[in-house]
């Protein structure tokens, strides 16, 4: 399961139609208040979370999970409707797994979310990892 936390909703369509075409189970969850509350029942594959979220800012939420022992493992990709370099260095400074932007085709966001996806995975299952400080 991926769940999407988009709020405009055109591009969440389309994120939610790319996914279920490459046979990924999505779902759309309204707000990063809202996630963290479903994340204490179900468990996904991996988090697409907006950076410009209405009332919230994704960088925050972001910042909840990563601190969260319990969150800390889900994979999460930022979106957005920029590829402003300033905003990208951002969100991997606090540990965002890739970023995709609204600018992007679908091959190449399919592509970055099979990565992340193939990394959680090896992760999970015990792959040695180098942490550089």
Same mark, same amino acid.
């Given at each position: ?8 909703? #055109?591009?969440?369509? =389309? ?7 490459? !046979?990924? $189970?999505? #779902?759309?969850?309204?707000? !990063?208040?809202? +996630?963290?509350?479903? +994340?204490? &029942? ?30 800390? *493992? ?5 979106? =957005? ?5 300033? @905003?990208? $260095? *951002? ?19 399919? $592509? ?5 996806? @193939? @990394? $959680?995975? @090896? ?9 550089? &400080?």
């Amino acid at each position: 399961m991926v769940y999407c936390i988009e709020p405009k909703g #055109e591009f969440r369509k =389309s994120l939610m139609h790319i996914l279920e075409s490459c !046979g990924y $189970a999505s #779902e759309a969850v309204p707000s !990063g208040k809202e +996630l963290l509350e479903v +994340l204490k &029942q179900h468990r996904p594959e991996l988090i697409l979370l907006d950076y410009d979220l209405p009332g919230e800012k994704g960088l925050e939420i972001l910042d909840v999970l990563r601190d969260s022992f319990e969150y800390v *493992q889900i994979p999460v990709i930022m979106v =957005s409707d920029t590829n402003e370099g300033f @905003r990208k $260095a *951002q969100c991997f400074d606090h540990g965002a797994d890739d970023y995709l932007s609204g600018t992007m085709g679908r091959v190449e966001m399919m $592509a970055r979310i099979r990565a992340v996806l @193939r @990394r $959680a995975e @090896r992760y999970k299952y015990g792959d040695e990892c180098v942490r550089i &400080q």
